[in-house]
């Protein structure tokens, strides 16, 4: 399905009951479209460790502060979960994993205690992976991986800033960087033209100036026997480009490398608002065209040769309500326009307060609207926002129903879907980054009588039927009843359409579920929440469960 299908979507979306000619969803016949997508998104550090090996011991005289240094995740550990099923069972149709280029070395003192680079956006070398997550041969066996089990992955990317100075780590030349002044946010000037943090070098973005290569860059590739390799990919990538050897464009390069190399399939992109506009452009066209190639040259090595590369942003404070544009306060800059496919909606967090119909309704008409042909990646909890929907995991159950049920693409933060704990004894952000509850988890997986096995087994529920149905986030909404709460999602494409029916706060029970908008008498469903089958009688389907939702699908 090409970017011109995408942006066609909402404009032809029609019931699939009365659609003869193209072929209708089931559980085993579905298509994929990222703007429907589930993407899993988890701190490499943090998620699994199956190397102990390459476990880092940091320095006794400099310690971390609780949950701010390395604690042992790595690239192998995603891939063991790969192979385990994990992410299948989940519903997941990409993976999205913090950066695992190399780091600083170093620690920096933050104000919230000492801290090392564990999470991935503090970069030394773009063109290196970090040691502490994994070599160049594990980040290409686990895309391998994930390839074979239906899984894209989407690379973090960051080109923004590099990592901090450290005594270990000097700084970047001033013809790359600059140190100050700090973002103060009143301005596209005062966003853009500036540092994060204090030591926190920001790239100079906006210079059109040429730049050298850097001496310890240059230091180090010699010392490693690389130098020559990478120079020449360098002059190539600029004379292919026409790109000018600014410092950005070198780093473009080298984040483009990981689709020309081990063929992933997306960039989540750091940072978006500090940065200029061109500079993503830029980063997307230069995607699409390796995307291309590596499709071309490695045809076996890919899901689909019809999915297009897929971007999206996190524009920090974002919000759907506000359509395609960003404002500054001065400036209305239209990221969509930029290349994103989508861009993270920090409005789902507070419209998941909300009643069902009035985030559903909402999104319909957003996406269907002011968004037509892009996304949004909606989110419950996320590594850095320190206002989650759930911080407490009181509502862990209700949670999965809204994010997953809710129109555009599905962020799961890992261990959303197990009720990770989002406040432990840290400072800051790390609060949020506590190691996967694995020992839960697969206590959970053997007996679904305990409290992670339950709401395990109802985030895998809706995941899947979501990932079986792509009318339920690239589709329109309408509601059929409001009392029982009933809502229909329908979706077409050129030669597929889905249509499902949904109910949700049934009492346990008998339950009477009007469906002749969307199926006829006589057509054989599947509550794939319980399991149960029926037969469509009279324009409605009665179940009896113990169950407060009913998800229904044509057999």
Not at 127 to 153: Q, W
Not at 206 to 232: A, D
Not at 322 to 333: A, L, P, Q, S
Not at 433 to 456: D, H
Request: hydrophobic share 35%; charged share 25%; proline share 3%.
């Amino acid at each position: 399905m090409n970017r011109i299908i995408l942006s066609f979507l909402f404009l032809a979306m029609v019931a699939c009951e009365n659609n003869s000619n193209g072929k209708t969803a089931s559980s085993a016949d579905h298509t994929f479209d990222w703007h429907s997508s589930t993407i899993y998104f988890l701190l490499t550090d943090r998620f699994h460790n199956a190397e102990s090996t390459n476990d880092f011991i940091h320095p006794q005289d400099s310690p971390p502060d609780n949950y701010r240094g390395f604690m042992g995740g790595d690239i192998k550990g995603i891939t063991e979960k790969i192979k385990s099923g994990y992410f299948s069972d989940l519903g997941v149709d990409a993976i999205w994993f913090t950066p695992v280029v190399e780091q600083i070395s170093g620690s920096v003192d933050e104000g919230t205690g000492t801290s090392y680079g564990y999470h991935g956006y503090w970069t030394r070398d773009w063109t290196d992976i970090d040691p502490r997550f994994g070599t160049k041969e594990d980040l290409s066996e686990m895309v391998k991986v994930a390839h074979a089990h239906n899984l894209r992955v989407i690379i973090d990317v960051v080109a923004n800033h590099t990592g901090p100075v450290t005594e270990e780590d000097g700084a970047w030349p001033d013809s790359w960087i600059k140190t100050g002044p700090t973002c103060v946010y009143q301005d596209y000037e005062t966003t853009t033209n500036c540092t994060l943090v204090e030591n926190l070098p920001d790239i100079k973005t906006e210079s059109n100036e040429e730049v050298s290569l850097p001496k310890f860059l240059v230091e180090k590739w010699q010392k490693e026997g690389r130098y020559e390799k990478e120079t020449q990919e360098l002059e190539t990538w600029f004379a292919e480009t026409g790109y000018r050897r600014t410092a950005v464009n070198y780093i473009l390069k080298w984040l483009v490398d990981f689709i020309v190399e081990y063929g992933v399939d997306g960039f989540r992109v750091d940072t978006v608002k500090h940065t200029e506009a061109y500079v993503w452009k830029n980063l997307y066209q230069a995607a699409v065209r390796a995307w291309e190639k590596y499709k071309n040259d490695n045809p076996k090595a890919i899901i689909d040769k019809d999915t297009p590369f897929y971007m999206v942003g996190e524009v920090y404070n974002y919000y759907i309500s506000g359509g395609r544009g960003f404002d500054y306060g001065d400036t209305i800059v239209d990221f969509y326009d930029a290349g994103f496919d989508a861009l993270i909606n920090f409005d789902f967090k507070t419209d998941a307060n909300n009643d069902y119909e009035s985030i559903f309704s909402k999104y319909d008409s957003l996406l269907a609207g002011p968004l037509l042909g892009k996304s949004v990646l909606n989110y419950i909890s996320s590594h850095d926002d320190s206002s989650p929907f759930d911080r407490e995991r009181s509502k862990a159950m209700e949670s999965g129903t809204k994010l997953l049920l809710t129109q555009g693409g599905s962020q799961i933060y890992y261990g959303d879907e197990s009720a990770r704990n989002l406040s432990v004894d840290a400072n800051g952000d790390a609060s949020l980054r506590s190691f996967m509850n694995w020992e839960a988890i697969e206590t959970g997986i053997t007996s679904n009588t305990t409290k992670t096995g339950k709401i395990l087994n109802h985030w895998r529920k809706l995941g899947k039927f979501r990932q079986n149905h792509p009318s339920i986030g690239a589709g329109r909404h309408q509601m059929i009843t409001a009392s029982p709460y009933v809502f229909k999602r329908t979706y077409s494409s050129r030669d597929f359409s889905d249509a499902v029916v949904i109910g949700l706060d049934f009492p346990p029970g008998t339950k009477t579920i009007p469906t002749s908008s969307v199926f006829s008498n006589g057509t054989k469903v599947r509550d794939a929440y319980s399991g149960q089958e029926a037969l469509v009688d009279n324009g409605k389907v009665i179940l009896n469960s113990t169950e407060s939702i009913v998800l229904l699908e044509k057999i």
